[in-house]
């Protein structure tokens, strides 16, 4: 189960950072080396700049994404773009980045070759931050879509799968619910009123289909903290 927390300003963002650097600063003294999964969109943007500025080998972590949009790495719709801009800066950017988007020309086309890239990614991941759509998705675990039911299945041994939303026009590539839960620790953060009901609506229920978010927050595989700005 989740553990729910509400917070409220830059200095809530940078005490976030400072728990995520710990834990990779962790892996690192431990197993020489730390695994970073980071989500894309607005809602996390504060948090990687207080991220970029937490003092830590960076050249010792490895960084992706837990999902992205099948477009270009300088489209504005590119998670990769958008994570480039915000936090792979400074000290960040010897970090190893391993990107979902190849240059195939779909995502489905493009699987097989994400699938080998992610095959560098050491887990279990020492972080892993995802984020929430108000339809309850997590990364791009949309409700409904055909290929759903695969990125779920906690047998598979997929790293990533292409999906298609029924709700948004763009193709995606999807870390698997698998590869998102073999994590040491995972935050889920959310803004909004909207988010909040959304994040509530989903914890009542039990229809994964219907609001993806609930296989994380019902599981017991790993550690949620969940994390709620106005």
Known sequence: MANFVEISGATALKNLAGKMADALRQGIAERGQATLIVSG???????????????????????TLADERWVASDNGSSNEKMVRNSLLQSEVAKATFIALKNDALTALEGEA??????????????????????????????????????????????????????????ERMTLTLPVLLNSRRIYLLLAGESKREAYERADKGTDQNEMPVRALLHQQQTPVEVYWTP
Do not use: N
């Not at 809602?43 to 003092?55: A, N, V, Y």
């Not at 108000?134 to 292409?162: E, N, Y």
């Open 41 to 63: 969109g607005r809602t996390p943007l504060e948090l990687f700049r207080q991220l970029s500025r937490q003092e830590l080998d960076w050249g010792r972590v490895t960084i």
């Open 113 to 170: 070759r994400a699938e080998q890239a992610l095959t560098a990614l050491q887990l279990p991941a020492d972080v892993t931050l995802l984020g929430m759509g108000v339809d309850g998705h997590i990364a791009s675990l949309f409700p409904g879509s055909a290929s759903l039911p695969r990125a779920l299945d906690l047998q598979s041994t997929k790293r990533c799968i292409a999906i298609t939303p029924i709700t948004a026009p763009i």
